[in-house]
């Protein structure tokens, strides 16, 4: 899972997602869009969405689960 920092115009639209699940609440969960191999473009998120992707990954087996890549809706 290797974050890459890309112009969002020059990344297609996101068909993956990154999912954090909470280990303490079943339905709580971050997602952020990513390509298939995990990596989520830093620009393309908005201010608040960058802090709790980058909370999310520091809080990794305490609060949320090791992330799963999912194919988007």
Request: proline share 5%; hydrophobic share 40%; with cysteine.
């Amino acid at each position: 899972m290797d974050t890459t920092t890309a112009s969002a115009s020059k990344r297609p639209p996101s068909k993956f997602e990154l999912r954090f699940q909470s280990l303490f609440h079943s339905g709580k969960a971050l997602i952020f869009p990513c390509d298939e191999h995990g990596s989520v473009f830093l620009d393309m998120l908005s201010e608040r969405a960058r802090e709790n992707y980058l909370f999310a990954r520091a809080v990794i087996g305490h609060e949320y689960a090791t992330p799963v890549v999912l194919a988007s809706d």
